[in-house]
DNA sequence: GGCTTTCCGTACAGGGTTGTATTGAAACGT
DNA sequence: ACGTTTCAATACAACCCTGTACGGAAAGCC
């Protein structure tokens, strides 16, 4: 092992570096923690590097939303689009919510957090909402439930994830734990029971993707 | 009208004064932006008042908390407890969550907001939250849920409310629409259906207590 | 090698917040 | 009335964060 965890030799920065570990602060200890002083101490570097790649402390939060724009954005729209039946179509919600590749839980939550007190983020943020509340009370509808029973559990379902992430920190439920409840999940979320069957290779699925 | 509403005379503030200021600016603005300096301006009178009646800001913000936990803390536990049947329960947690009086959901959340950056905090929140979910699921569970079915739908429809104070800021929902998805909520709350004249009754109690 | 571009360190100015100490004014009790 | 208590204004020290200006080192290009 040539060089351990700690390889803080390759100086010279790039903007990315420092928008890296701005969004891992924010994500940490929210947007008032995103001072660039602070990042500064974290990466090694004074504040001169900064003001090098970046026109001011706004424009990295520019970036920040940009990424998150990218990262999370219309990933819950498009998974629905092509779900087949009722059973997949919850499920491939629920894939999303646990594959960091498509979505990120801890991101999206801190970003909400920041435009809760930004009257120029709220509006972006509920946008985002109301289109994925929209995406999933039509999947409803198409498979079967009357307004308003489609958009109230659309809504039912997406606002209990969000709360899902909200006050869990980190994850003080094992993935065991939270496969144990998908039949009550489920039932609770559609008012019928899911598809033994179904069930059973999801979980084997799920399972082994959390496993590498 | 002797005096408009600008009533700014009784100078002489007292703690409480500075804690009821310091509630309103958690709640607008979040914790960081409960400042001396900001509260003083708000006050219109300098930050020699407050080092008067404080010690000094983190007695401010215990204040705070404990304010918290006298007006939010258990009545959620409490509204359950006397409930004869499953609608009237379910119903008496509308009720809460709609009185000012007996709950600030507001304040809930930004304290919720303030605990996710804060270690100290946030053990209590969550131990507020878990009390929450236990009640609601030992009350679905005293009305024929088997378990996990029980726990997972009282999480459900925590959760849900929880971040249905999280993601609306103002009420851009009226009152009247909110109980136009009574029924629907009813359903995908509990899998079955509520009583047509339970709901009627409780559609005309709330729309009163709404008005004066 | 020399020159330019890229990146970072240093220094300084400006603004903001917390606390403390001290003085001053207004209300209260007797 | 008069002194005491209650409350608020002022001034000052210490710390933190942003933004700018400028100078220097290291890498890349020819």
Redesign the pocket.
């Known amino acids: 092992m040539p060089q351990a965890q700690t390889a803080p030799k390759p100086?010279?920065?790039?903007?990315e570096?420092w928008i890296a570990c701005a969004l891992q602060t924010l994500i940490e200890s929210g947007i008032e923690a995103?001072?660039?002083?602070?990042?500064?101490r974290r990466?090694?570097?004074?504040?001169?590097?900064?003001?090098?790649?970046?026109?001011?402390?706004?424009a990295l939060l520019d970036a920040l939303l940009t990424h998150w724009r990218r990262q999370n954005t219309g990933v819950m729209v498009e998974a629905l689009t092509g779900a087949e039946s009722l059973d997949t179509g919850i499920l491939a919600l629920f894939s999303v919510w646990v594959d960091d590749a498509r979505f990120d839980p801890k991101l999206d939550q801190a970003v909400r957090d920041w435009a809760r007190h930004s009257d120029t983020l709220h509006g972006a943020v509920k946008s985002e909402d109301d289109a994925r509340v929209a995406a999933i009370a039509e999947f409803y509808a198409r498979h079967g439930y009357e307004q308003p029973e489609a958009f109230i559990r659309a809504r039912v379902l997406y606002y209990t994830q969000i709360s899902y992430y909200a006050l869990s920190k980190e994850q003080d439920e094992e993935m065991t734990d939270r496969l144990g409840y998908l039949e009550a999940y489920f039932r609770a979320f559609t008012g019928r029971d899911i598809d033994p069957e179904i069930a059973r290779a999801y979980r084997a699925e799920t399972l082994e993707a959390s496993k590498p």
Not at 11 to 15: G, K, Q, V
Not at 34 to 40: C, E, N, P, R, Y
């Open positions: 100086h010279r920065l790039s903007a570096d995103v001072q660039i002083t602070a990042l500064a990466l090694d570097v004074t504040r001169g590097s900064f003001y090098w790649h970046f026109e001011s402390r706004e």
